[in-house]
T-cell receptor, first 118, second 115 residues
């Protein structure tokens, strides 16, 4: 059971380039999400998904695109990278409201991707 | 919208002593979760402790305990017998209980352990 995995761990992009951050989980979780972490600002929600084929925007969605074709995978696409997107990106997953055990509920995080846009 | 405030950007404590990290939040919901996450230099987010709002008893996990004051919307973390491995960023987070798994985080407190 690998939990939540993210690739790559580090990435450097030039302004205007596009790329996809990969996220996968093997816990059969319905809910997956992407956060970005900037110094002094905590983690902020970018996009989330409540199941395959269903995605929605979070607090800071501009410049990012997501899709969810399978339960396991939730990639994050940067369409045209900008220096303001330099950040650490975390993927997280959890059970849905209907299936989770209230006493053990938590969100599981991947190890993060450090992205630098020059 | 919910907000989470951590008013202590940095804290330090002598090894083996006790330290308390503060967190306040704002919500109109009556049922929700509160979490403390630890982020060491490896940047992995590690769950330290969870509290459900409907439970009046404060959560404890070994050396970690919380003081949950629902009416005051306060959720502080107490670390007893501090160890060098406790040095990390600590984030307070809020999660509504119904129909919404979105986490709202505070800005974090950097904890330094003094040997």
């Amino acid at each position: 059971n690998a939990g939540v995995t993210q690739t790559p761990k580090f990435q450097v992009l030039k302004t205007g380039q596009s790329m996809t951050l990969q996220c996968a989980q093997d816990m059969n979780h319905e809910y997956m999400s992407w956060y970005r972490q900037d110094p002094g600002m905590g983690l902020r929600l970018i996009h989330y998904s409540v199941g395959a084929g269903i995605t929605d925007q979070g607090e800071v969605p501009n410049g990012y695109n997501v899709s969810r074709s399978t339960t396991e995978d939730f990639p994050l696409r940067l369409l045209s990278a900008a220096p303001s997107q330099t950040s650490v990106y975390f993927c997280a997953s959890t059970q849905s409201l209907l299936s989770r055990d209230k006493d053990s509920y938590e969100q599981y995080f991947g190890p993060g991707t450090r992205l630098t846009v020059t | 919208a919910q907000t989470v405030t951590q008013s202590q950007p940095e804290m330090s404590v002598q090894e083996a002593e006790t330290v308390t990290l503060s967190c306040t939040y704002d919500t109109s919901e009556s049922d929700y979760y509160l979490f403390w996450y630890k982020q060491p230099p490896s940047r992995q987010m590690i769950l330290v402790i969870r509290q459900e709002a409907y439970k009046q008893q404060n959560a404890t996990e070994n050396r970690f305990s919380v003081n949950f004051q629902k009416a005051a919307k306060s959720f502080s973390l107490k670390i007893s017998d501090s160890q060098l491995g406790d040095a990390a960023m600590y984030f307070c987070a809020y999660n509504p209980n119904f129909g919404n798994e979105k986490l709202t985080f505070g800005t974090g407190t950097r904890l330094t352990i003094i040997p």
